[in-house]
């Protein structure tokens, strides 16, 4: 079993002078948290063994570890944690409120939300955005990746920031370049400004854009994938990095092609493994096409790229359980509105398609039906790989309306959890209330997977999943949780 997670992990590289109150979310009853009061201490409560919310002790700064080589161990400790995005202000829909970045760190007994830090801009040596909407110190979840540059054992946090606009006679643009927030071995990060990473002369112009991680020829050093934002390549940067921020060598031969990068993930154990790279073209709500860069060990990526079905949803795993990397690609529920536009072509409405790694013909299955009741697809909601019975073969993750189901093999496993009846002074409709999954990892090293499932207020978290404020942490597919817990704004 190869644990994993869907979003960024963070370098633990300072303690955020403002934390951000975790809250407790129960997994028992009507999930209901709002007459809980927080701690008075620090505005943290967690779930208890009953599911049922308290208050820890303390809020505890993470031990340092002796380092690890997974890139999502942020202390080095050798228990897997979790990056959250926590939003800062009385309104997490807000799309110009500031953002943070919270870590929870995994133990022996799984995550342990008394056990974290919140992030800000400052706090990882980060230049001001020019151009940015929100405040000096804001930080989105959604523009960092970490990955063990240097190879020193302690993740480092890698955050695209927009500069200054430049002109470089075709596009007008802000400049975006990765910065390096260095991981160490004391928690804390070991320079007081971030480095800004070396790019190829031929992108240094404009900068890069969707920056993703992986080990893409398979070495044992962590690499950085890009795309040129004058359109010229793909961008490869192999690592290992230097404190100055060059990478060991580039590669600027694959073509460009507009849309975003989809990364299979580092192997945690520290096994050198070949990470493949997607490619999803860009889309205007309906499903849009991939290009699969296939990995092999000590050969650059393919060059020509394979050509997969449509679909907005993505998940790297081993999904028959033969040992090698396959790639599941589907349908996400997402849907262009316009007239003539709103339905999908049957091979691809309703369905997913994982291309397995031994290059057999891709397998076809059906995702669940959304309830005759509900006028709407049962996304949009992207996969994730999960092995939450450690038997080495993952099952694909999908989100529904209803709130997740588990595909292993011809096995179909609902996965429940909901929000609070009430929020925000206002009742929560019964559609609204469901939980949507994001990922799976292995919090506490048992070898099984938990399951990560996220709910929101507002209607960004309705129709897209965005600003979630509530987590539940699952025991794999059971009705258990590991733990709870709730966001509100610092």
């Given at each position: ?14 303690v ?28 943290t ?6 599911g ?31 990056v ?26 799984g ?19 020019p151009?940015s ?5 804001s ?7 970490t ?11 890698v ?14 643009a802000?400049?975006t ?11 804390d ?12 002369r ?6 890069v ?14 690499d950085?994938?890009a ?34 990068l ?24 309906g ?18 790229g ?7 949803a ?39 398609a994982v291309?397995?790694?031994?290059g ?19 996304g949009?909601?992207?996969?994730a ?10 099952g ?21 959890r ?16 469901h ?16 399951l ?10 309705g129709l ?15 009705s258990r949780?590991?733990t ?7």
């Amino acid at each position: 079993m190869k644990p994993r997670t869907a979003l960024p992990a963070l370098a633990v590289c300072a303690v955020c002078a403002v934390l951000a109150p975790l809250t407790g979310c129960g997994s028992g009853g009507d999930g209901d948290s709002t007459s809980r009061k927080p701690s008075p201490s620090d505005g943290t409560a967690s779930a208890s063994a009953s599911g049922v919310p308290s208050a820890p002790a303390e809020s505890r700064r993470p031990v340092a570890g002796k380092g690890s080589k997974d890139p999502d161990d942020l202390n080095g400790d050798g228990f897997r944690d979790l990056v959250v995005p926590v939003s800062v202000g009385d309104d997490p829909n807000d799309p110009d409120s500031d953002q943070r970045i919270g870590v929870v760190y995994g133990s022996a007994k799984g995550l342990d939300p008394s056990t974290r830090t919140v992030h800000g801009r400052g706090d990882l040596g980060l230049p001001e955005s020019p151009g940015s909407q929100t405040g000096p110190d804001s930080v989105s979840a959604e523009s960092v990746v970490t990955a063990d540059l240097d190879g020193d054992g302690f993740p480092d946090l890698v955050t695209s920031v927009a500069g200054e606009t430049v002109d470089d006679g075709r596009i007008s643009a802000a400049r975006t370049v990765p910065y390096v927030t260095w991981g160490g071995a004391d928690g804390d990060a070991d320079v007081p400004e971030a480095t800004a990473v070396r790019l190829p002369r031929s992108v240094t112009k404009l900068g890069v854009l969707s920056v993703v991680r992986g080990d893409f020829d398979g070495d044992g050093h962590h690499d950085l994938a890009a795309l040129a934002y004058n359109q010229s390549s793909l961008v490869l940067l192999y690592g290992p990095f230097t404190r100055a921020g060059a990478p060991a060598r580039t590669d600027t031969g694959l073509p460009w092609k507009e849309g975003n990068l989809v990364a299979d993930d580092i192997d945690p154990s520290g096994e050198p493994r070949a990470t493949s790279l997607l490619l999803h073209d860009l889309n205007d709500g309906g499903q849009s096409g991939n290009t699969l860069y296939a990995a092999r060990r000590g050969a650059p990526l393919a060059g020509d790229g394979k050509q997969l079905r449509l679909g907005n949803a993505h998940a790297f795993g081993d999904f028959d359980g033969d040992g090698r990397r396959d790639v599941a690609v589907g349908d996400d529920g997402g849907r262009n509105d316009e007239p003539g536009f709103e339905t999908e072509a049957p091979e691809v409405a309703g369905s997913l398609a994982v291309y397995p790694g031994s290059g057999a013909a891709p397998v076809t299955r059906q995702l669940p039906e959304a309830p005759e009741d509900l006028s709407t697809y049962y996304g949009p909601g992207g996969f994730a790989a999960a092995d939450p019975d450690g038997d080495g073969r993952d099952g694909v993750l999908v989100a529904t309306y209803e709130g997740a189901t588990l595909i292993d093999g011809d096995r179909r496993v609902p996965v429940l959890r909901q929000g609070p009846a009430k929020a925000d002074g206002r009742k929560t409709p019964a559609k609204w209330r469901h939980a949507r999954p994001v990922a799976a990892a292995d919090f506490d090293d048992d070898g099984k997977d938990e399951l990560i499932l996220t709910w929101g207020s507002g209607a960004l978290f309705g129709l897209y999943g965005r600003h979630p404020t509530h987590w539940w942490i699952t025991e794999g597919t059971t009705s258990r949780d590991q733990t709870s817990f709730a966001l509100t704004g610092a």
